[in-house]
């Protein structure tokens, strides 16, 4: 006499597979939707055209929103990527960069420019330490338009050595009676790139601990 297996219970009672948890609304979910609002429309109101058409619309416009997202996202990680490599090649090189602090290495020197967009009867450059304090002044005299170069060699009005660190650098520029500040060039070394995150942008690494936007570089030397 064959012998007869007993029925497995645990497979008629066993709880169906859990359900992945959704929060978006998808094409064949709105279609859904749709149908049983048809069904359950009041026949003496029915849903006119112009409804219908909207609320197609509506999910068109959405879905076309998603798809622009995804293409913006694709597109800036393709410009973040660009920037990394034009970073990246920067390492190790000469620039001249939009800034107004300036790292004085032991026995070193700064130099810089600024960039005239007309003649100026004179251009001067003021250097000052971390407590605001002026301790040279350097006199360029008359420049015509263009770009006007100086160099600090890192000594005080007196001629005396001073220390390593951070100067303030500020250009003022004098046109007849009219003495205003102009932009000004530091020349530095990158020594590093750093990579931002979230939309931060990259950032260059300078001597002295320095940080500086790839968007301030205005010359590679």
Do not use: C, H
């Amino acid at each position: 006499m064959n012998d007869i297996a007993p029925l497995d219970d645990s497979r008629l009672f066993a709880p169906p597979p859990p359900q992945e948890s959704r929060t978006d609304l998808g094409q064949q979910d709105f279609l859904t939707l749709m149908i049983t609002q048809f069904r359950n429309q009041d026949p003496f109101k029915p849903m006119e055209n112009g409804e219908f058409l909207g609320q197609l619309a509506q999910f068109s416009t959405v879905s076309g929103i998603s798809s622009l997202n995804e293409g913006f996202n694709g597109l800036s990680a393709s410009l973040v990527n660009d920037q990394a490599l034009q970073a990246a090649n920067l390492v190790g090189r000469r620039v001249l960069a939009s800034a107004d602090v300036g790292y004085l290495a032991d026995g070193g020197s700064i130099s810089g420019a600024v960039q005239l967009g007309s003649s100026a009867s004179s251009v001067q450059v003021e250097i000052a330490d971390s407590s605001g304090e002026l301790i040279r002044r350097i006199d360029l005299g008359a420049q015509p338009s263009g770009q006007v170069r100086f160099t600090w060699d890192g000594r005080d009005s007196r001629g005396d050595v001073v220390d390593s660190g951070d100067y303030s650098i500020v250009t003022r520029v004098s046109r007849g009676a009219n003495v205003e500040n102009a932009e000004t060039l530091l020349e530095a070394t990158i020594e590093s790139v750093s990579l931002g995150r979230f939309g931060q942008g990259i950032t260059l690494n300078l001597p002295g601990g320095a940080q500086l936007p790839l968007s301030q570089i205005r010359q590679i030397t």
